[in-house]
C-alpha cells in the first residue's frame, strides 16, 4: 500500500525547497539535541530522569508569560547576532552592547524627569542609542582599520561590562551599596504589562516581533539588504559592483549594535509583578549571558529573523522547563547541557541535512522501482 | 586485432542529475598521441578521472594490455604505470623541484631521506629528454614553463609510460608551446602513450596521431588525425559549423576614450612594483588587446583601472575626465564596463539568482529601486529581456542559483550585464577562457560588435589567436612594462612570443634590442 504522506512526488517537492532544509535541518538538531540531554539527565538523576524530561518539553506551558517575558531579550540579541552575520560579520560582542544598552535605560529611568506616558518609550531609545554607540566602534575599526570585529567585539563585552559596574557603583540615585544592586526603577519608566498573572511579560515581546519582521523586509526587499547579503556572500563581487563596503560595514555593526541594545533596555525596563519594585542589575563583574544566547539562537534560526523568532522562543520554552525541572533535583547547568547541545548539533545542521535528504531519496527510489 | 595499452570500455559515469559519461569508449595505442578533445563539460575530465582513479564508473571496464584491472585510486593508477599532469599543477611552493619530484616516493634508507640517489635518477632524465630544470630551485620561484616540466619529470621519476597531459598548453607561451609538443613527440617515439585533453584544435592537428571527441557526455567518435581537418573537428566536437576567424570591417578609431598616464601598481606579493610606469590610450571604435604571459602585471593594471586597487602613481581619464581617485560606483556611472578576469570571485555573487546577479551593477538606479526598495517586477522582466537576449541558459531562468549554472553561461549573464549597461569603455579580462569554441564565438561577436557600436574595447588575453583575431592593435606587457606596441595584421605569432617572454621589445628603455 502506498503511503500517502511520503509518496515519491511529494517527498520530491519537500526536499526541493529551501526552507524546509534549513527547517528540517533545525527540527534534526532540537530532536538530537533533545536525546542527548535526557541520556544527560538519566545518568545525573536516574530516578526522575522521566518525570525531569517531561517537565523539560512541556514545564514552559504552563508558564508562557514567562516563556514569552525570556524569549525577549534574547530575541533581540539573536537579531543582533543573525543580522550581522548575513553581511559575514561575527558580532560577538552582543553582550557589551546589551549590557550598554541597558544601562542607558536605566540611566534615563533613573536620572531624566519625562511625563508618566513618554518615560518608558524614551528609555527605550536610549537603550537603542547605547547599543548602537558600542556597535559602532568595531564596525569603524573593521572598516578604517581592518581590525577584527571578532576581537575588538570580544573586548568591548568587557570594557562595557566593567564601565557599566563603575558608573552604577558610582552612582547613589542608581545602586544600593547594603543590596550591591541597583534600586527599584519608578514606575513611569517600566514597560506596559500585558497582564499575565504571575509574569513580567510586556509589550517588549510585541516590539521585537515587529522589528524582526521589519528586519526580515530589510533583507529582502531594499537594496540596503541586498548590498548587505552580496557582501556577506561574496565581497570580492560586491567591491567589483561598487557597493560602498566601509560604510555598509559600520552601518550594520550600528544596526547589531541598536539591536542588543534593545534587547537590554527590554530586560531591564520590564514591569515586575510585585508593585513599588522592578528589575535590577548587580554590578558583579560577570558578561551578560542573554548576548552569547544570542549567537545560539541565531544559529538555531539560520540568521533568518522570523526562524530567529521561533528559535528565541523555543530556547526561552527550554530555559523555563529546564527551571522548573530542577525542583526534582536538577542542577540548572544541566539545562544548559541541553541547551549547548541543541547548539552543537545545528552546526552540524548542513551536514545532517544533506544525510537527511539522501535518506529521503532512497526512499523515494524505492517508492518509484516498487 | 590491434595492440591497445589501455582500453577504456562502455565507461558511464553518473553525477545527480547529469550523465556525464555515457558509454564512453577509448583506445591508447601503445606508442600513439592520442588527443581528447570536447567542449567544456563534454566529460573529458570526468574520463580521465576514471582512468585516474579518482572517480569509480557505474559501468564499463578499463584493460590494460586486454586484463581487466580495477583502479580504485591515483595509487592504483600508478602502479599500472599511469601519470598525470593537471591543468593545475599539483606542486608544493615552498618545496624545491626535487623534494617535489620524489614526493610520495622518497626514497630512503631506515627513515633517512637518500637525496643524492634520487638526484642522480631526476638529472638522467631531465638529460635524456631535455626536460631543463634545476633541481635546487624553489617551486614558488620558478617559472610556469619549468613547473609544467617539473610535473612531466614527476611521471618519468615513478617510470609511467602512459601520461595524461591536461590542457598543458593553457599557461605557456607559443615558444613553450612548440618545446612541450617535440618532448611529447620524443615521448611516443621513445613507445611511451600519451593521452593529450585540449579543445585547441591547432595543437590536436601538429601533434596527435589519433584524436576521440567527446560531446555531452557521449563519445562522438575516434578519427586518424592525417584524414581529418579542422573544420571536421570542431563539427565533432560542437555539432554546428564554428567560424574561427572573427569577421570584422577595419576599424574606425575615434576619440580617445581611455587615457592611462604613467600609472605604476604596487605589487601584492613583493616589495617590488607589478606596473611600472605604463601609459597607452584607447580610443573608441577600436579593440586594443594588453597581451603577455600571465603575471606580468595585466591583472594589476587593469584593477587600477577600474579601481580595485590603489594606483602608487600615475593619471587616468576616461573621455577627458581625471578618475584617478573615483570610486568604483563613481567610473562605473563615468562609463567603465568590466567583465572580470576571476567571474566567480569578483563577477558574481555565486549564491544570489541569476536576476539579482543580472542588477548586480544596476540595482541602485531609479530603474530597479523606489526610496530604497527594490521593484522586483522591473528586475525580473529586465532580466528575463537580457536572457533571452544572450541566450543565458539556465535550470530555472531568472531564479536559477547562479552557481548552479554552467561556466559559459554564468560568463554570458556577465556579458550581457556588462555590455546592457550604459558604458563608453569595455574591459573585458580574459573573457572567454576556459570556454568551449562556441562560447568564444559568441563573445569575440559581441566585442566585436560592441567596438563597431563605437565604444573602446580594452581586451586582455593570455590566448594568441584571440590576440590575433580579435585586436585591432596590440599592446604587449611584459613585467609590468608594455614593451611592444603591434598591428596584428603584421605581426606573426613567433614574433609577438617573442616580446611576451621579454627577449625583444620596440617601446621603452631599452631600445637596443628594436628592430
Not at chain 1, 150 to 178: E, H, P, R, W
Not at chain 2, 170 to 193: C, H, N, W, Y
Amino acid at each position: 500500500m502506498q503511503n500517502k504522506l511520503f509518496s515519491p512526488s511529494r517527498l520530491r517537492t519537500l526536499t526541493g525547497s529551501k526552507g524546509f532544509s534549513t527547517f528540517t535541518a533545525a527540527l534534526l538538531a532540537i530532536v538530537l539535541g533533545l536525546i542527548f540531554g535526557f541520556l544527560v539527565m538519566v545518568i545525573a538523576l536516574p530516578a526522575n530522569a522521566g518525570q525531569g524530561f517531561s517537565r523539560v518539553l512541556f514545564g514552559g506551558f504552563s508558564r508562557l508569560g514567562d516563556v514569552f517575558y525570556f524569549a525577549t531579550p534574547i530575541l533581540m540579541t539573536g537579531l543582533s547576532v543573525g543580522f550581522a552575520f548575513k553581511m559575514g560579520l561575527f558580532n560577538i560582542g552582543a553582550s557589551g552592547q546589551y549590557t550598554m544598552g541597558m544601562f542607558f535605560a536605566m540611566y534615563v529611568g533613573f536620572m531624566w524627569k519625562v511625563p508618566d506616558g513618554l518615560h518608558w518609550v524614551i528609555c527605550v531609545l536610549a537603550g537603542l542609542i547605547g547599543g548602537m554607540l558600542w556597535g559602532c566602534i568595531p564596525g569603524i575599526l573593521k572598516a578604517l582599520c581592518n581590525v577584527n570585529e571578532v576581537i575588538t567585539s570580544i573586548m568591548f563585552n568587557y570594557i562595557g561590562m566593567y564601565l557599566v559596574d563603575m558608573l552604577v557603583q558610582n552612582n547613589g540615585t542608581m545602586y544600593v551599596a547594603m543590596k550591591t544592586r541597583t534600586a527599584y526603577l519608578p514606575a513611569s519608566a517600566q514597560m506596559p504589562s500585558l497582564g499575565v498573572e504571575n509574569s513580567n511579560v510586556n509589550v517588549s515581546i510585541f516590539i521585537a516581533i515587529i522589528i524582526a519582521v521589519l528586519l526580515y523586509v530589510t533583507l529582502n526587499k531594499t537594496t540596503f539588504g541586498y548590498e548587505l547579503k552580496a557582501t556577506g556572500f561574496n565581497k570580492f563581487a560586491s567591491k567589483y559592483a561598487g557597493m560602498n563596503d566601509k560604510r555598509n560595514t559600520i552601518l550594520t555593526m550600528v544596526i547589531a549594535g541598536g539591536l542588543s541594545g534593545l534587547g537590554g533596555a527590554f530586560y531591564i525596563l520590564a514591569p515586575s509583578t510585585i508593585a513599588g519594585s522592578s528589575m535590577t542589575y548587580e554590578p558583579i563583574s560577570v558578561i551578560a549571558a542573554n548576548g552569547f544566547t544570542g549567537i545560539a539562537v541565531a544559529l538555531l534560526g539560520a540568521s533568518n529573523p522570523i526562524g530567529i523568532i521561533f528559535s528565541s522562543i523555543f530556547i526561552s520554552h527550554i530555559q523555563r522547563g529546564g527551571t522548573l525541572a530542577s525542583l526534582l533535583g536538577y542542577k540548572p547547568e544541566i539545562i544548559d547541557i541541553v541547551i549547548a547541545v541543541i547548539i552543537y548539533f545545528s552546526a552540524f545542521s548542513l551536514i545532517m541535512n544533506a544525510a537527511f535528504t539522501r535518506f529521503i531519496k532512497k526512499i523515494r527510489r524505492k517508492g518509484a522501482k516498487a | 586485432m590491434e595492440n591497445y595499452i589501455i582500453e577504456m570500455l562502455h565507461i558511464t559515469k553518473e553525477f545527480p542529475g547529469i550523465i556525464a559519461n555515457d558509454d564512453i569508449t577509448l583506445q591508447l595505442k601503445k606508442g600513439e598521441i592520442h588527443a581528447l578533445l570536447g567542449e567544456n563539460g563534454a566529460g573529458k575530465s570526468t574520463l580521465m578521472s576514471v582512468l585516474f582513479g579518482l572517480y569509480q564508473a557505474e559501468k564499463g571496464e578499463i584493460r590494460k594490455n586486454g586484463q581487466v584491472v580495477k583502479i580504485n585510486n591515483p595509487n592504483d593508477a600508478n602502479s599500472l604505470g599511469i601519470g598525470m599532469v593537471h591543468q593545475h599543477f599539483k606542486l608544493v611552493e615552498i618545496f624545491t623541484v626535487l623534494e617535489n619530484i620524489i614526493l610520495g616516493v622518497e626514497p630512503n634508507k631506515l627513515g633517512f631521506l637518500q637525496k643524492k640517489e634520487a638526484r642522480e635518477k631526476v638529472m638522467a632524465l631531465s638529460k635524456k629528454y631535455g626536460l631543463q630544470v634545476d633541481p635546487d630551485a624553489l617551486i614558488e620561484k620558478i617559472s610556469v614553463g619549468m613547473q609544467q616540466r617539473v610535473e612531466i619529470l614527476k611521471m618519468l621519476y615513478r617510470d609511467n609510460d602512459i601520461l595524461i597531459f591536461d590542457e598543458p598548453t593553457a599557461v605557456l607561451t607559443p615558444q613553450e608551446i612548440d618545446e612541450l609538443m617535440e618532448i611529447m613527440r620524443g615521448f611516443a617515439r621513445e613507445g611511451k602513450s600519451i593521452l593529450f585533453i585540449t579543445h585547441k584544435l591547432n595543437e590536436i592537428m601538429s601533434v596527435a596521431d589519433r584524436c576521440t571527441v567527446l560531446r555531452k557526455g557521449k563519445c562522438i567518435g575516434t578519427v586518424e588525425i592525417k584524414n581529418t581537418s579542422k573544420e571536421e573537428l570542431s563539427h565533432m566536437m560542437v555539432g554546428r559549423q564554428i567560424s574561427f576567424t572573427v569577421d570584422k570591417e577595419e576599424a574606425q578609431p575615434k576619440d580617445v576614450v581611455l587615457s592611462v598616464k604613467n600609472v605604476s601598481v604596487p605589487s601584492r606579493t613583493s616589495k617590488k612594483h607589478a606596473v611600472k610606469g605604463v601609459s597607452f590610450e584607447v580610443r573608441a571604435g577600436e579593440i586594443v588587446c594588453l597581451a603577455g604571459i600571465e603575471g606580468n602585471g595585466q591583472t594589476e593594471l587593469i584593477s587600477a583601472i577600474t579601481g580595485l586597487e590603489k594606483m602608487s602613481s600615475g593619471e587616468i581619464h576616461l573621455q577627458g575626465r581625471d578618475i584617478t581617485k573615483a570610486s568604483i560606483r563613481k567610473r562605473s556611472k563615468a562609463g567603465i564596463s568590466h567583465i572580470p578576469e576571476d567571474r566567480h570571485k569578483y563577477g558574481l555573487v555565486l549564491d544570489y539568482t541569476l536576476e539579482d546577479n543580472i542588477v548586480l551593477q544596476r540595482y541602485w538606479q531609479p530603474e530597479f529601486q523606489k526610496h530604497g526598495f527594490i521593484k522586483k517586477a522591473e528586475v525580473r522582466s529586465y532580466a528575463q529581456r537580457l536572457i533571452g537576449q544572450y541566450d543565458v541558459r539556465s535550470g530555472q531562468g531568472p531564479i536559477t542559483i547562479t552557481r548552479s549554472m554552467s561556466g559559459g553561461n554564468q560568463q554570458k549573464a556577465i556579458i550581457a550585464r556588462e555590455l546592457d549597461k550604459k558604458h563608453e569603455l569595455l574591459i573585458a579580462v580574459q573573457p572567454t577562457r576556459g570556454l568551449d569554441v562556441g562560447a568564444i564565438e559568441f563573445i569575440h561577436k559581441q566585442l566585436v560588435h560592441n567596438r563597431d557600436e563605437g565604444k573602446g574595447v580594452l581586451l586582455v588575453s593570455l590566448e594568441l589567436d584571440e590576440v590575433m583575431n580579435v585586436s585591432d592593435r596590440i599592446l604587449v606587457m611584459y613585467e609590468g612594462e608594455i614593451v611592444g606596441e603591434l598591428d596584428p595584421k603584421k605581426v606573426t605569432v613567433e614574433k609577438l612570443g617573442l616580446y611576451m617572454s621579454g627577449a625583444k621589445r620596440n617601446i621603452g628603455k631599452e631600445k637596443e634590442h628594436a628592430e
